[in-house]
C-alpha cells in the first residue's frame, strides 16, 4: 500500500498544490519549488520521506516567518483532501513545536482533510498535559475528524508515528479519551477506539482486560469495539479475554479427519480441511483459527495465526475447508524446507502437522 500512495506524489499532484499557493502567495516560485522536490534522490525516496520532503521544500519557498506560512497553508489546505496531503502536518510538526497555539489550531483545521494522527504526536512528546487536555476537547467536539483524531493521534503504537513511550508504560490518560468516545456515533471513531485498545493491550494486557469487562454488554457498537480491540489477545490464546467472548472450553469438542498436503510449492496454495464433532447437541460458540508456523532463516519456526471463523455453530458437527495462499508477497520472505500447519480452538492448538515448502 505504501508503495501505491507514494507514487500519488507527481508533477500533476505539485504542480496543482504550487499553483493554488500562488494564487494566496504571490511571490511563490512554481518552476524552483517544483525543480527541488524533483531533485536527484526523489526516486529513492519511500512514502514518509516524500511527504516529509515536500514540507522541508515547502518551508524554503514561503516567507521566512512561521506564522505567515503557516496562515498561507491554512487558506490552501482546504482544497486538497486524502491521506496524501498529510505533507501539511508535516510541516507544522517540522517548523511549528515552537508556535504551540497556532499550530494546534492549524492541526485542528488540518485534520479535517488529511488527518493530523502523526504530527499531533511530537506535541504530545513536547506538552503533554495541555496537548491531552486539547485532545479531551476534540473528543467531545461535534466534529467526526476531531473525535477520531483524540483517539488515533494518541495511540500508544500508531504504525508509521513514533511510538508513546509514556502511554506505553501508563495508558491513563489515554483512556479519558476513549471512555468518552466508546459510543461515538461514526463508524470512523469507533475503529480508531478499538485500534487504540488493541494498542494498549500490547504493553497492558490486564488494564485493557478490565476495559472489555467493564464495557462488555453495553450496546452493539461497544461490543464491537472491544472484541476488535481485543484481537492480539484473541490471538495469542489469552484464556480471560477468551473467556469475556465466551470461547470456554473445548474438551467437548473432537477434530478428525485432518487432511494436509504433504509439500507446496512457492507461488501456490496449501489445502487442507478437517471436521469438528461433538456428542452435545451443539458445538457451541467457537473461535476457529489455524497458525502456519513458516521456516525463518535461522532455522527456527516463527508462528503466525490466521482467522478460519468466530461463531456460535448450532450443529453437532461442521466440516471447515480452506487454502492457505503461499502467493509472493513484499511483507515476507519465504525459505524453503519443513513448515508447520496447526489447528487452534478457542486458543488451544488442538492439531499439528509438518509439511514442506519447495
Same mark, same amino acid.
Given at each position: 500500500m505504501a508503495e501505491q500512495l507514494k507514487l500519488m506524489y507527481n508533477k500533476t499532484l505539485i504542480n496543482t498544490l504550487a499553483q493554488e499557493i500562488k494564487k494566496t502567495y504571490i511571490d511563490f516560485n512554481i518552476v524552483q519549488f517544483e525543480e527541488d522536490i524533483f531533485c536527484h534522490t526523489w526516486e529513492n525516496k519511500e512514502l514518509k520521506d516524500r511527504m516529509h520532503h515536500i514540507a522541508v521544500i515547502l518551508n524554503k519557498f514561503l516567507?521566512?516567518?512561521?506564522?505567515?506560512?503557516?496562515?498561507?497553508?491554512?487558506?490552501?489546505?482546504?482544497?486538497? %483532501?486524502?491521506? !496524501?496531503?498529510? /505533507? /501539511?502536518?508535516?510541516?507544522? !510538526?517540522? /517548523? $511549528?513545536? %515552537?508556535?504551540? !497555539?497556532?499550530?494546534?489550531?492549524a492541526l485542528e483545521l488540518f485534520t479535517q482533510y488529511a488527518s493530523s494522527e502523526f504530527a499531533i504526536r511530537a506535541f504530545i512528546i513536547k506538552y503533554e498535559d495541555k496537548t491531552m487536555e486539547q485532545m479531551l476537547k476534540w473528543a467531545n467536539s461535534n466534529n467526526h475528524h476531531l473525535r477520531r483524531l483524540a483517539s488515533e493521534g494518541c495511540r500508544p503504537r500508531?504504525?508509521?508515528? #513514533?511510538?508513546l513511550a509514556n502511554f506505553k508504560n501508563d495508558p491513563s490518560k489515554v483512556l479519558e479519551i476513549l471512555e468518552i468516545l466508546k459510543d461515538d456515533e461514526s463508524l470512523y471513531v469507533r475503529k480508531s477506539v478499538a485500534n487504540n485498545l488493541n494498542d494498549i493491550s500490547k504493553d497492558n *494486557?490486564? #488494564?485493557? @482486560?478490565?476495559?472489555?469487562?467493564?464495557?462488555?454488554?453495553?450496546?452493539?457498537?461497544?461490543?464491537?469495539?472491544?472484541?476488535? $480491540? *481485543?484481537?492480539?489477545?484473541?490471538? *495469542?490464546?489469552? @484464556?480471560?479475554?477468551l473467556n469475556i467472548f465466551g470461547f470456554g472450553d473445548v474438551s467437548h469438542i473432537k477434530l478428525n479427519d485432518f487432511t494436509l498436503c504433504n509439500e507446496v510449492e512457492i507461488g501456490s496454495l496449501l489445502p487442507f480441511s478437517f471436521n469438528l464433532s461433538t456428542h452435545n447437541k451443539a458445538i457451541g460458540n467457537t473461535r476457529i483459527e489455524y497458525a502456519i508456523h513458516f521456516l525463518k532463516s535461522n532455522n527456527k519456526l516463527s508462528k503466525k495465526v490466521f482467522m478460519i471463523s468466530s461463531s456460535n455453530i448450532e450443529k453437532n458437527c461442521k466440516k471447515i475447508a480452506k487454502n492457505h495462499s503461499f502467493k509472493k508477497i513484499s511483507t515476507r520472505r519465504y525459505y524453503k524446507g519443513v513448515h508447520a500447519l496447526s489447528i487452534i480452538i478457542n486458543g488451544i492448538e488442538v492439531e499439528y502437522k509438518e509439511f514442506i515448502l519447495n
Open positions: 516567507p521566512n516567518n512561521y506564522v505567515k506560512s503557516l496562515n498561507i497553508l491554512k487558506q490552501v489546505a482546504p482544497k486538497f %483532501d486524502g491521506f !496524501e496531503y498529510m /505533507f /501539511f502536518q508535516d510541516y507544522v !510538526e517540522l /517548523f $511549528g513545536l %515552537d508556535f504551540y !497555539e497556532e499550530s494546534i489550531n500508531l504504525p508509521w508515528a #513514533v511510538a *494486557a490486564q #488494564v485493557a @482486560i478490565k476495559v472489555f469487562n467493564r464495557w462488555k454488554n453495553r450496546n452493539k457498537n461497544c461490543d464491537w469495539i472491544i472484541k476488535h $480491540g *481485543a484481537r492480539t489477545l484473541l490471538k *495469542a490464546g489469552n @484464556i480471560e479475554v
